[in-house]
């Protein structure tokens, strides 16, 4: 391999050039692909925050790299991080650590996974061993941003705080962002006079950001706000826990532009990794024009010129999302359209799926948020009813029979209270890998070992206990 093509990379991914890198590693020839090559791609991607493309590619080519190879590992935890798959992210991360106990990468992905999950403890603990390492990386992620991140000057707030009051509505109040008035980022609660329909959530300072090049692509948004409609016709405390959840998702975006170097744009789909809350059971996003801004003739400038755009914010489900990816963002948003009609840009809490075919089951655990939790040696198919997997009740009773194939571990799943006629009824249960139930019950995991003729029924929360079946 040509050491000009690595030093090219190198160039590239130092100036944040990451899709110029990819466009680079993807012009070569199979043949011509090597372990460095790939966890370069998975870096840009992750870099570019296209995780699950990241994630993918890793895993397509895991039998290439050795188990303990650090560079995966390092790549691997980055992904599964931006995945939101918290817990393999903390194992693959330990398991950079188990190497070498000074990899300054692991130790970070470890600090983001603490932030994220609020373990104040453990992200100190592991603050500390970072900053010994090196100062400079944690600070870059972890340190005051306040001075560095981009604002809107006042000339420039009131230009599109104007044009919010002139397009939308009235402004009613701010959201901050961990109630911190000096955030470079709130969300604007615009009412429209007359309207008691819908109340508008509007980001305001996610347009400041200018670190990117212009391209020559003039489709891209570069300059974007974020704007969302809440439904008022539901409770008032539901009305209130969906503000505040689609608050929190723009301020993860925010984030991701303003830190991440990312950029959004018309069709964009971000996937969660699965859903980030049990009452408002999304996974994803699709951007869209906004349509109070597309039928307005004035566009939102700011003094100097540049141009605001405002991006629809459309929450999807997982099969949406795999929809949009196999059919393309027209067709996606064809069928959104058809199905929802006028309230297509209303978000509600539970909406139809738009995707969800008639008899298709929705499993309690979106594909997208399975941990690879199980290291399974051999066979590793079960079957399992919907009561466990679709209505997500706990498992009651695991039993083995002797294999029916070279696929089948021979375990059966239940929750126990399933009769004779559900049983009876193929279309209640399903053939499923080990590790897929080991995601919605980890009890069963230290019984796995158990052999053929073992029927074990659970005793409490943590516990199975053998038993031989009724006869």
């Known amino acids: 391999m040509d050491d000009n093509l690595y030093y090219e990379l190198d160039e590239l991914i130092n100036e944040g050039k990451f899709n110029e890198a990819i466009s680079l590693i993807d012009e070569l020839e199979p043949d011509e692909l090597n372990n460095s090559l790939i966890l370069t791609k998975a870096h840009c991607l992750s870099q570019l925050g296209r995780y699950r493309e990241a994630y993918k590619i890793l895993q397509t080519n895991s039998s290439e790299f050795t188990e303990n190879?650090?560079?995966?590992?390092?790549?691997?935890?980055?992904?599964?991080?931006?995945?939101?798959?918290?817990n393999s992210a903390i194992k693959a991360a330990k398991r950079c650590l188990s190497q070498d106990s000074n990899c300054i990468e692991a130790w970070l992905v470890l600090c983001l996974v603490y932030q994220e999950t609020g373990d104040t403890e453990k992200f100190e603990q592991a603050s500390d061993n970072a900053k010994d390492l090196d100062f400079d990386s944690w600070n870059d992620i972890f340190g005051d941003k306040t001075d560095c991140l981009q604002r809107y000057s006042d000339e420039e707030k009131n230009a599109v705080i104007d044009y919010i009051e002139k397009v939308f509505g009235n402004i009613d109040s701010f959201i901050y962002k961990n109630d911190d008035p000096d955030n470079p980022i709130s969300i604007a609660v615009v009412?429209?006079?007359?309207?008691?329909?819908?109340?508008?959530l509007i980001t305001v300072g996610l347009g400041a950001y200018k670190g990117f090049d212009t391209s020559d692509d003039e489709t891209l948004l570069y300059r974007t706000e974020l704007v969302s409609y809440i439904p008022c016709d539901i409770h008032f405390r539901e009305y209130e826990h969906l503000c505040k959840w689609v608050s929190n998702v723009m301020f993860q975006f925010a984030e991701m532009v303003e830190l991440d170097g990312s950029f959004l744009?018309?069709?964009?789909?971000?996937?969660y990794g699965g859903s980030l809350d049990e009452t408002v059971e999304y996974d994803g996003v699709l951007f869209l024009p906004n349509f109070e801004t597309a039928n307005?003739?004035?566009r939102c400038t700011l003094p100097e010129g540049y141009v605001i755009s405002f991006l629809q914010m459309i929450p999807l489900y997982e099969e949406e999302l795999i929809y949009k990816i196999e059919e393309g963002?027209?067709?996606?948003t064809e069928r959104l359209v058809n199905a929802l009609k006028d309230n297509t840009d209303l978000i509600y809490p539970r909406r139809i799926n738009t995707c969800l075919k008639p008899g298709m089951k929705?499993?309690?655990?979106?594909?997208?948020?399975?941990?690879?939790?199980?290291q399974w040696p051999g066979s590793d198919g079960c079957f399992a009813t919907d009561r466990i997997t679709v209505d997500k009740a706990p498992v009651g009773i695991m039993y083995r029979e002797k294999p029916h194939n070279e696929s089948d571990s021979g375990w059966r799943f239940l929750a126990g209270d399933e009769d004779s006629a559900?049983?009876?009824?193929?279309?209640?249960?399903?053939?499923?890998?080990?590790?897929?139930?080991?995601?919605?019950?980890?009890?069963?995991?230290?019984y796995l070992e158990y052999p053929a003729g073992s029927y074990l029924i659970r005793k409490n929360k943590n516990e199975f206990e053998l038993r031989f079946p009724e006869c």
Request: hydrophobic share 40%.
């Open 296 to 298: 307005n003739n004035q």
């Open 265 to 271: 744009d018309v069709g964009h789909t971000i996937s």
């Open 69 to 86: 190879d650090l560079a995966y590992l390092i790549e691997l935890a980055g992904a599964l991080f931006g995945l939101h798959r918290y």
């Open 422 to 446: 559900y049983m009876e009824d193929q279309n209640n249960m399903e053939i499923l890998r080990l590790n897929t139930i080991a995601n919605y019950d980890p009890a069963v995991i230290e």
């Open 191 to 200: 009412s429209m006079p007359g309207n008691d329909l819908y109340r508008i």
């Open 362 to 374: 929705k499993w309690a655990i979106p594909r997208s948020s399975l941990e690879e939790i199980l």
């Open 329 to 332: 963002f027209p067709k996606l």
